[in-house]
């Protein structure tokens, strides 16, 4: 399985954790950044969700400071569903309930959780519960209009 990552400065480190303990399993991806210069987490969130979202590798895992900021600009690319995820739990259900194909983490989050969470988060199906299917596909045809329930 071809797994893509991607971070911004504050997520490097656990980023070539990652990279490096997942590698004997998976084929990494990586979409940078390459050192802890600052830089911009959307421009590396961009490029790893247009991966995802064309299937040129089959998940991605987008790290910065909080976890929040890079989750957002994944999301921004029609066909990703990025979650952050802090738990084992969460990781679970955004697979789950959700069909997440990008996990965002916090760039202080523990290396042993953080390989635990994406183990978890690769492991875990879609459930393809008819509600869970329904709820994507609204999400997934959405365009600006006004929506009205």
């Known amino acids: 399985m071809k797994i893509g990552i991607a971070c911004d400065h504050r997520g490097y ?31 590396y969130a961009f490029l790893l969700g247009e991966a995802v979202a064309k299937k ?9 400071g909080s976890g929040i900021g890079i989750s957002i600009a994944c999301n921004k ?3 990703v569903r990025a979650s952050k995820v802090g738990t084992k739990e969460e990781a679970i259900m955004t697979r ?42 609204k999400i997934e045809s959405y365009e600006e209009k006004k929506y009205v329930c």
Do not use: W
């Open 77 to 79: 690319v029609k066909g």
């Open 96 to 137: 789950l309930d959700n069909d997440a194909n990008i996990i965002c983490m916090a760039g202080n989050q523990k290396e042993e959780e953080a390989i635990q969470l994406v183990e978890v988060f690769l492991n875990t199906k879609f459930s393809q519960e008819e509600r869970h299917a329904r709820r994507l596909q």
């Open 13 to 43: 480190s656990l980023k070539t954790k990652l990279a490096d303990a997942l590698k004997e399993s998976y084929e990494i991806v990586d979409f940078g950044t390459n050192s802890e210069e600052m830089v911009d987490y959307p421009d």
């Open 56 to 64: 040129e590798v089959s998940y991605g895992i987008a790290i910065c």
